[in-house]
């Protein structure tokens, strides 16, 4: 049996990465696969897009990581500063999706946007969720809507890694663990874990009001939704971004 993580959403915000980054050095997890979003939102979007490449086997394109990698955003310009233009270019350059098979499951694994129209909750209706197994996926993970879930969908197992930077519902540090037999073709145990990790929020904070001086976006809204795990973000207005 092989464990795996799967991050994503970490949005600048180093504290609760590297809280995610001890708690699995402490479990002994060395695989790890993200599903996007390593940037924006938060103040340490250099930081974070670090990790991410350092620490993970591969990394998916969400829409935050397309957006600043293509600078579609005006207002975005302190990521742009801060990340360069070798980071900007890696950042459009990665795969929208990924495809495996855990215990005689396959798996298809992507950010959400820009796969998705607009963010989806695993609780939506199945007729906007049930298309992203076909033609024939047993399993689809995840992220971007920044809150955990799980459900079964038809014959098939649907979960939302959650958002490890802006974690919505929860306010704390959130990702997932699979557990099962990689590549194995026949049907074995197959776990799904859905992990919250505390971190330090108000260093986080600080970060932000630091960042806010030197021209961060926005920054009051990412304190507000750390803080609260309530998206404070003024809905459409600038962008549909979490």
Known sequence: MTEIALVADLHGNLPATEAVDADLRARGIGRIWCLGDVVGKGPSSAETFDWAVSRCEFILQGNWDEGIGKKLFPKDEFY???LG???LRMLTEFPLEYVCRISGRKMRLFHGRPTM???????DE??????YFAPDYDAVGYADV???GMRVLGKGILFNTGSVGNGLGVAMAQYAILRGDVDGEEKTPLDIALITVPYDRERAVRDAEEAGKKGLHNWE????EIRTGVYARNNGTVRKNL
């Open 85 to 87: 233009e070798k980071r």
């Open 146 to 148: 920044h809150r955990q």
């Open 80 to 82: 742009y500063r801060q």
């Open 221 to 224: 809204a990412f304190i507000q």
């Open 117 to 123: 129209p607009q963010p989806y909750s695993v609780h």
């Open 126 to 131: 199945y007729d906007l969720l049930s298309p």
